[in-house]
C-alpha cells in the first residue's frame, strides 16, 4: 500500500498534496530547521514546488512508498515530514518546524509509521543525524533505535565534513543485523560512545 493515512492522538499522517505548497515553503523554509539536513533551505514557492515534485509526488508515483506529511488533528495542516526509504538502507528521516520542536511531535509520528513497517513487513530501518545535532539522536532512541557507528562524510551539496551517527531498527526480530555499507563506503568510521 501506498503511504497508508495514519492517525495517533494528536496527529494525522497523510500525502503531501498540492495544496499544502505554502505549508511545505514553511517546513522548508526554516533556516534553523534545514540546518542538519542536506539541501539549502527553500528560498520561494518553486522551491517549494520542486520539494513537493521530488520527494514527494515522484514517491507517490511507485508503488510502496512511505512519505508522510505530519499534520495536527485540529486543522490537518502539515507541519513536518516523516520519509523512509525504499532502497536498501530504508533511511527513516523526518523534520518538523522549529515552534513544534520539544513536544514529542516526531516520536508520536514515527511510533505510528513504525507499526505501520512493521505490518508491512520491512524488515529494518536505519537513520542518520549530524553528531552536531543530538536532538535528533533523541528522537532515534525513543522509536527503539540502536547507535551502531558514526563516519564522515562529505555532505552534498553543501561541500563541508560531517559526522554522522548511525541508527538502526530490526523490525523483524534478527537482533544481529547491522546496515554496514556506510561503514564499508566511507574511510573514516569508528563507534563511539552511545550518547
Known sequence: MNTPRLETQRLLLRKFTESDLGELYRIYSDVEANRFLPWFPAKSMEDARMFFESRYAAEYAKPQAYAYAICLKENDLPIGYLHVGMDESHDFGYGLRKEFWGRGIATEAGRAVIEQL??????????????????????????????????????????????????QLNLDGDGERVYRKYWDEYSVHFIEPDL
Not at 551502531?148 to 551517527?165: A, G, H, T
Request: proline share 8%; net charge positive; glycine share 8%.
Open 118 to 167: 512493521k505490518r508491512d513487513g520491512l524488515p529494518y530501518i536505519t537513520a542518520t543525524h549530524d553528531r552536531n545535532n543530538p536532538r535528533s539522536g533523541g528522537v532515534m532512541r525513543n522509536l527503539g533505535m540502536k547507535y551502531q557507528y558514526s563516519y564522515e562524510e562529505l555532505w552534498q551539496p553543501k561541500n563541508f565534513p560531517v559526522i554522522f551517527r548511525m541508527y
